[in-house]
């Protein structure tokens, strides 16, 4: 993160010998990215982190692919065809982590979707890369070694890679989740060469949220399931994880409310650029809210057709009547996949509903790959055949 953050108890230096009242030393974990050329915090735990009382291979073939519920293996789009996703026909699951559904996926990230009923998921660790996680339905706590960070519908939320976590919720939790190769981060065009944001950026320092607090629980042999490219492994941390009695640095969770983000508009309509929200390795994650329309008087007001030749498009609607695929199918909770070498654009009849529109009333979530994304029988499964004749009508 661009800015520094500070939790709990810590000692004035750091490297340095730190006890509780009753002399017992404090076990510091140095948690950074790059080999400690990037950002990183400090920790200190009650215990030391690196006690464990058992190692255990997960082998479920599907939890090992980091999908629950539904065949996880990616396989090429051909013929290659323009798809639309519908995430309600995906079967709830028990576990916010264990029980997501594999859709997207090419060797830089990895797209799934999660719905439960409410209740804890296990503790989790992915030691591939950092996840970015959009609430689309209620509210959650995630849980970790860095304390607890509330979220709620149209949050997102960055969990640094390697950090252990946990999701709860009380009441039906939806999550669209796009796990990375690397780190995600804002992007680099909003920031100074000190990390700060610019005055041109949508958003600030101002508008995310961290965890706040310490938080502290007791319990022997827990059970940690960690994620790595070979698949899924159990660690049985002879004390309990959560045992973090403070840390600073600038590497930590931390959530955005896509509202929060403010558009950039103009005379003539803006490309897909200026919402750019995200950077990761090989993609981009792009915001679209409520804004308003182009004003100048000939203005075409939806988007022009457009060729992606160097991109795969991923279009979540999260919310809105989205106007521009009016007649399309799409609703709330679709998925849209525009891979690289299909033109498309907006509806027919968009352009004649646009003309006495003021401003747009959508919020969406975009992801565009800079290689091809593959797809899963999930993906398939759940795929409306007859999208690619939308554009006929």
Not at 90 to 104: E, I, K, N, S, T
Request: hydrophobic share 35%.
């Amino acid at each position: 993160m661009p800015y520094y953050h500070r939790v709990g108890d810590v000692p004035r230096k750091r490297h340095t010998v730190f006890r509780d009242g009753d002399g017992h030393r404090f076990h510091e974990e140095l948690m950074g990215q790059e080999g400690f050329s990037s950002r990183s915090s400090l920790l200190y735990h009650r215990h030391s982190p690196s006690a464990l009382s058992a190692i255990e291979a997960v082998e479920s073939v599907d939890a090992a692919d980091g999908s629950g519920g539904s065949a996880a293996v990616a396989t090429p789009d051909h013929p290659l065809t323009p798809r639309h996703l519908r995430t309600g026909e995906l079967a709830a699951g028990a576990d916010p982590v264990l029980d997501r559904h594999l859709l997207l996926a090419n060797d830089d990230v990895r797209l799934s979707w999660s719905s439960t009923s409410g209740g804890t998921s296990t503790l989790y660790r992915n030691a591939t890369g950092d996840e970015l996680v959009y609430v689309q339905q209620g509210d959650a706590v995630l849980e970790s070694v860095f304390g607890r960070l509330e979220v709620a519908a149209g949050d997102y939320v960055v969990v640094p890679a390697s950090t252990t976590h946990r999701w709860t919720s009380g009441e039906r939790l939806e999550l669209l989740v796009i796990e990375s190769s690397g780190h995600v981060a804002p992007p680099h065009k909003y920031l100074s060469s000190a990390g700060q944001f610019l005055e041109h950026a949508p958003f600030c320092e101002r508008d995310l949220r961290a965890p706040d607090a310490p938080l502290l629980e007791d319990g022997d042999d827990v059970p940690v399931v960690v994620r790595t490219r070979s698949g899924l492994s159990r660690h049985v941390h002879r004390q309990h994880p959560f045992d973090v009695v403070g840390w600073d640095g600038q590497l930590f969770p931390w959530a955005l409310a896509i509202s929060d983000f403010e558009p950039i508009v103009g005379s003539l309509h803006q490309p897909p650029p200026v919402h750019q929200t995200f950077e990761g390795p090989g993609f981009v994650v792009c915001s679209f809210v409520p804004r308003l329309y182009d004003f100048h008087p000939d203005a075409v007001k939806v988007p022009y057709h457009h060729a992606n030749t160097d991109s795969d498009e991923v279009l979540f609607y999260s919310d809105g009547n989205f106007m521009s695929r009016a007649g399309s199918g799409i609703g709330i909770g679709s998925i849209s996949y525009h891979p690289a070498g299909f033109v498309h654009g907006p509806q027919p009849g968009s352009f004649e509903a646009s003309v006495d529109q003021d401003r747009t009333g959508e919020t969406a979530v975009m992801l565009d790959t800079f290689r091809p994304l593959r797809l899963t029988d999930a993906a398939r499964h759940v795929a409306d055949e007859t999208y690619w004749t939308s554009w006929n009508r």
